[in-house]
């Protein structure tokens, strides 16, 4: 069984406390191109709880579309809540996530985040057992949200036993 017609993910949405600082991150220093932009949206009615699950007062000031790469969209929003709002996730909780960069030379990419200011936590860790031929590292948005670089340019250990192969953004067609 499986979703009538999936084909993959086309965005990843997420909320920033400031859609400036995060268009700033993610064009000037991340290197996504920005498309477009919508909002701001009220309603007086339960349209708001109804349709995305928040208070019906809070108002989405704004979203920005962007493209990153291959891969899925981004879909960031500026909300002003109703009720209140909650501190960032940390991955251990629930709701907690991140979101992975491929690149093709994580020492270069690190080195590149690092000037720019933004703070790494810790340095490349090499993965073993099945992801074997990874590096990755975590780093945070100014705001905060976790997000990690990755690269295994020779592919994975798993990959050369696995009936199914994980999409690989070195070859994003496959």
Request: net charge negative; charged share 25%; with cysteine.
């Amino acid at each position: 069984m499986a979703l009538p017609g999936l084909r993959g993910t086309e965005h990843i949405g997420f909320t920033v406390p400031s859609i400036t600082e995060a268009h700033d991150f993610f064009v000037n220093v991340i290197g996504c191109e920005y498309v477009y932009t919508l909002g701001p949206f009220e309603r007086d009615d339960d349209w708001m709880r109804e349709h995305l699950n928040v208070h019906p007062r809070s108002v989405m000031r704004e979203l920005r579309f962007y493209r990153c790469g291959f891969g899925p969209n981004f879909e960031i929003f500026e909300w002003e809540p109703a009720d209140s709002q909650h501190a960032q996730p940390r991955n251990s909780d629930i709701g907690g996530h991140h979101l992975a960069f491929y690149v093709d030379d994580i020492d270069e990419a690190a080195e590149y985040l690092r000037g720019h200011g933004v703070r790494l936590l810790g340095e490349p860790t090499a993965s073993r057992n099945a992801s074997e031929g990874q590096r990755w590292v975590y780093f945070l948005t100014p705001w905060g949200m976790q997000l990690e670089l990755v690269s295994f340019p020779n592919g994975k250990a798993y990959e050369r036993s696995g009936d199914i192969t994980l999409w690989d953004p070195r070859n994003p067609s496959a």
